[in-house]
């Protein structure tokens, strides 16, 4: 149950050369003319009605509050999060003092 299995093809544990790469020779032909493309139809545009205009206005409305709210609320935590490191070092500081002055 808790034997290891051993692979049945493994890997090869030698340093592996590539084999040899025969040289080609190289011929330039002349190069035939470019074959004329016919242009592309015109594309549409995207004709948004009222409604989904303003679904899509309500939609990054919504993005950019969420975001915003998200942003605030890590400043929020960084600044408790100082405030409280302040408070800490402060009080560290008392002690300290504290316990010099008793010597």
């Known amino acids: 149950m808790l034997r290891p299995k051993i692979p049945t093809m493994p890997t090869p544990t030698g340093i592996v050369t590539p084999s040899a790469v025969e040289p080609t020779a190289v011929v330039q032909h002349a190069a035939a003319p470019a074959p004329v493309v016919a242009a592309a139809p015109p594309r549409h545009s995207v004709q948004l009605t009222p409604g989904a205009l303003v679904a899509l206005v309500g939609g990054g409305t919504a993005v950019v509050l969420v975001v915003g709210a998200v942003l605030v609320s ?29 010597r």
């Not at 890590?74 to 408790?80: E, N």
């Open 74 to 102: 890590m400043l929020l935590a960084v600044a408790v999060t100082a405030a409280s490191v302040a408070v800490c070092a402060v009080v560290l500081r008392s002690l300290l003092a504290s316990e010099r002055k008793r």
